[in-house]
């Protein structure tokens, strides 16, 4: 399975982001796909996911700023990012989820994005 992440950027703060995803290859079922996150020097974790009925979670950090949209029975998810901050900078992976956060596939490249003055 490949995992297209794309969209990233350089933004000012306040600025807004779209990042897509598409997983591809022979892929079965999917569940649930998220998006995580991985800042320089800090380990990668899950910012936000979205199930197969559309159910959606948001880490506090990005509650009211990011909107996780896509079709799951596709394996495609969209990553609306809105009133972004200095914080938001990092890079950007998504991936299928096996449960809550655990990631099904190897992951991509990844996209990244840059928040700056």
């Known amino acids: 399975v490949q995992l297209q992440a794309s969209g990233g950027g350089v933004v000012q703060p306040g600025g807004s982001l779209r990042l897509s995803c598409q997983a591809s290859?022979?892929?079965?079922?999917?569940?649930?796909m998220g998006w995580y996150c991985q800042a320089p020097g800090k380990q990668r974790e899950l910012v936000v996911r979205?199930?197969?009925?559309?159910?959606?979670y948001y880490a506090e950090s990005v509650k009211g700023r990011f909107t996780i949209s896509g079709d799951i029975a596709r394996n495609t998810v969209y990553l609306q990012m809105n009133s972004l901050k200095l914080d938001d900078t990092a890079v950007y992976y998504c991936?299928?989820?096996?449960?809550?956060?655990?990631?099904?596939?190897?992951w991509g490249q990844g996209t990244l994005v840059t928040v700056s003055s």
């Open positions: 290859g022979r892929i079965f079922s999917t569940n649930a």
């Open positions: 991936n299928r989820l096996i449960d809550w956060a655990s990631p099904i596939d190897s």
């Open positions: 979205i199930g197969r009925f559309a159910d959606a």
